[in-house]
T-cell receptor, first 118, second 111 residues
Framework: NAGVTQTPKFQVLKTGQSMTLQCAQD?????MSWYRQDPGMGLRLIHY???????DQGEVPNGYNVSRSTTEDFPLRLLSAAPSQTSVYFC?????????????????FGPGTRLTVL | RKEVEQDPGPFNVPEGATVAFNCTYS??????FFWYRQDCRKEPKLLMS?????NEDGRFTAQLNRASQYISLLIRDSKLSDSATYLC????????????WGAGTKLIIKP
């Protein structure tokens, strides 16, 4: 199994450009999510999905769109890039979205995409 | 107050020593607690879940103190390979699906 894969690994955009960060997992996980990680801050949840066709907003959704047409793929779209979106983006997946016995299932992360917006 | 707070460090520790760090959380109703490890410029990986009764995995021991709302991580006989940033994670107050991440504690093990 490849686990969680993300492309591209690095990207430089100009302000106002749009792009899609790709995320795929081959573990048949129901739950997928996108985080951004900025220096000195914890990971912040952008959007998440509890299954194909279902998405919801996280803590910092503005400026980003997602869709979940298949179990495997969960792309993140930047609509009009801004310098404030310069960050490292991680995609993660887990087997089930539900609390089970009081604990969420382990989240598996992709290698990340380092995005710079000029 | 941040929902999850950690001392950013760095903790500089000689090889073989024991090191411990804490993480405080603000939501008294939180049920899920984890420690993740993140190497430089890599993705986070689960180190261990934290259970109410405390749990141990080899050289690592995690404990939960609900009364004072903190979790702790103890590393015994530290190795050079333990150098990393340790992230504290707690489930969010508004959703079962959202995790709140601390900014991490950086640990440097020196020979």
């Amino acid at each position: 199994n490849a686990g969680v894969t993300q492309t591209p690994k690095f990207q430089v955009l100009k302000t106002g450009q749009s792009m899609t960060l790709q995320c795929a997992q081959d573990m048949n996980h129901e739950y997928m999510s996108w985080y951004r990680q900025d220096p000195g801050m914890g990971l912040r949840l952008i959007h998440y999905s509890v299954g194909a066709g279902i998405t919801d907003q996280g803590e910092v959704p503005n400026g980003y769109n997602v869709s979940r047409s298949t179990t495997e793929d969960f792309p993140l779209r930047l609509l009009s890039a801004a310098p404030s979106q310069t960050s490292v983006y991680f995609c993660a997946s887990s087997k089930t979205p539900r609390l089970a016995g009081g604990t969420l299932n382990t989240q598996y992360f992709g290698p990340g995409t380092r995005l710079t917006v000029l | 107050r941040k929902e999850v707070e950690q001392d950013p460090g760095p903790f500089n520790v000689p090889e073989g020593a024991t090191v411990a760090f804490n993480c405080t959380y603000s939501n008294s109703a939180s049920q899920s607690f984890f420690w993740y490890r993140q190497d430089c410029r890599k993705e986070p990986k689960l180190l261990m879940s934290v259970y109410s009764s405390g749990n141990e995995d080899g050289r690592f021991t995690a404990q939960l103190n609900r009364a004072s709302q903190y979790i702790s991580l103890l590393i015994r006989d530290s190795k050079l390979s333990d150098s990393a940033t340790y992230l504290c994670v707690v489930n969010g107050k508004d959703s079962n699906y959202q995790l709140i991440w601390g900014a991490g504690t950086k640990l440097i093990i020196k020979p």
